[in-house]
T-cell receptor, first 114, second 112 residues
Framework: DSGVTQTPKHLITATGQRVTLRCSPR?????VYWYQQSLDQGLQFLIQ???????AKGNILERFSAQQFPDLHSELNLSSLELGDSALYFCASSVGLAGSYEQYFGPGTRLTVT | QQQVKQSPQSLIVQKGGISIINCAYENTAFDYFPWYQQFPGKGPALLIAIRPDVSEKKEGRFTISFNKSAKQFSLHIMDSQPGDSATYFCAASKASNYQLIWGAGTKLIIKP
C-alpha cells in the first residue's frame, strides 16, 4: 500500500459526460501528479501540482482540468468525454517538487466511456 | 531531446535467466534515472534508481548499468523469477525540471 488513495476505483459513463476523479496524497507529500495509461500503453504525464499550485503540464487535453486543494487532495476533471478517454488514471505523490523525488502511485481509477 | 527510448517492448525469459531492458536518452542534462515496476492492476512502484556519478548500482537481483558517454542505461534482473513478471518503465529527470520523462515500458514475462 503506497499510502495514496484514489476514488472511485471504477467509473463507467457515456460520451459527452463529465467526471471527477479524486486523489489523496501520502501524508506529508506536497506534490501530486496525474497520469493516463491506456490499455497496454505507457504512462502519459498529464499535470503536476505542488502545494496547491500547478507546476508542470504534460499532454493534458483542454477538456481536462485539475486542481489541488488546501488540504492537498487533488481532483482531475474530465469533460465532454470521448471513447478514447477510456483508460486507467493514476495519481502519484511525492514529498518534493523535483522529478528526482520518488513518486508513490495510487491504485488508479479505471474509466470506461461507452 | 526530451525523450527516453526504451527497448524491447516485450521480453520473455526463462526462469533463472537474466532479463535485460535498455533505455537511451538524448538530453545530457538528465541526472536522475529511476526504474519503476508495475504489476497488472496496480500502480507503478520505484524499483531502483541511479545518478550519473556511478556506473552501476545493485540492489539484490536488480542492477542498473549506466553508460554516460553512450547516454544509455539498462536494468538487469539476475536469476529471473515468475514473480518478476511485470511491466518495467525507465525514466529520467533533471534537477531543474519538475517531471519525470518516462520510457514506453517493457512487458516482461518469466516462464517457469
Amino acid at each position: 500500500d503506497s499510502g495514496v488513495t484514489q476514488t472511485p476505483k471504477h467509473l463507467i459513463t457515456a460520451t459527452g459526460q463529465r467526471v471527477t476523479l479524486r486523489c489523496s496524497p501520502r501524508s506529508g507529500d506536497l506534490s501530486v501528479y496525474w497520469y493516463q495509461q491506456s490499455l497496454d500503453q505507457g504512462l502519459q504525464f498529464l499535470i503536476q501540482y505542488y502545494n496547491g499550485e500547478e507546476r508542470a503540464k504534460g499532454n493534458i487535453l483542454e477538456r481536462f482540468s485539475a486542481q489541488q486543494f488546501p488540504d492537498l487532495h487533488s481532483e482531475l476533471n474530465l469533460s465532454s468525454l470521448e471513447l478514447g478517454d477510456s483508460a486507467l488514471y493514476f495519481c502519484a505523490s511525492s514529498v518534493g517538487l523535483a522529478g528526482s523525488y520518488e513518486q508513490y502511485f495510487g491504485p488508479g481509477t479505471r474509466l470506461t466511456v461507452t | 531531446q526530451q525523450q527516453v527510448k526504451q527497448s524491447p517492448q516485450s521480453l520473455i525469459v526463462q526462469k533463472g535467466g537474466i532479463s535485460i531492458i535498455n533505455c537511451a536518452y538524448e538530453n545530457t542534462a538528465f541526472d536522475y534515472f529511476p526504474w519503476y515496476q508495475q504489476f497488472p492492476g496496480k500502480g507503478p512502484a520505484l524499483l531502483i534508481a541511479i545518478r550519473p556519478d556511478v556506473s552501476e548500482k545493485k540492489e539484490g537481483r536488480f542492477t542498473i548499468s549506466f553508460n554516460k558517454s553512450a547516454k544509455q542505461f539498462s536494468l538487469h534482473i539476475m536469476d529471473s523469477q515468475p514473480g518478476d513478471s511485470a511491466t518495467y518503465f525507465c525514466a529520467a529527470s533533471k534537477a531543474s525540471n519538475y517531471q519525470l520523462i518516462w520510457g514506453a515500458g517493457t512487458k516482461l514475462i518469466i516462464k517457469p
